[in-house]
Nanobody, 115 residues
Framework: QVQLVESGGGLVQPGGSLRLSCAAS????????MGWFRQAPGKQRELVAR???????DYADSVKGRFTISRDNARNTVDLQMNSLKPEDSAVYYC?????????WGQGTQVTVSS
């Protein structure tokens, strides 16, 4: 079992920045693909960014150039730096650790972008 705890969400004005952090209960790197997903009201959960087992990184087109995913192996954390935030980035953001059949999710952290 892996417990994932997200932090860093909040209210920010358009154009602002937030940094989300996901802390894992044990070593996860080299074991699971790690990702950040988000879900806005009435919409499906979508991938925002992910780091694969071998360090490969992917971003959703909507966040490329604005968001950066990173990991800290020593602290077992995966961070998401979000810059130039837009109202459409508002959602609950979830951390995910995945390698079939294991699929772990955090409880989510709310990000609201509004003036």
């Amino acid at each position: 079992q892996v417990q994932l705890v997200e932090s860093g969400g909040g209210l920010v004005q358009p154009g602002g920045s937030l940094r989300l952090s996901c802390a894992a209960s044990r070593n996860i790197f080299g074991i699971y693909h790690m990702g950040w997903f988000r879900q806005a009201p009435g919409k499906q959960r979508e991938l925002v960014a992910r780091i694969g087992l071998f360090g490969n990184i992917d971003y959703a087109d909507s966040v490329k150039g604005r968001f950066t995913i990173s990991r800290d192996n020593a602290r077992n954390t995966v961070d998401l730096q979000m810059n130039s935030l837009k109202p459409e980035d508002s959602a609950v953001y979830y951390c995910n650790a995945y390698l079939a059949p294991d699929d772990y999710w955090g409880q989510g952290t709310q990000v609201t972008v509004s003036s």
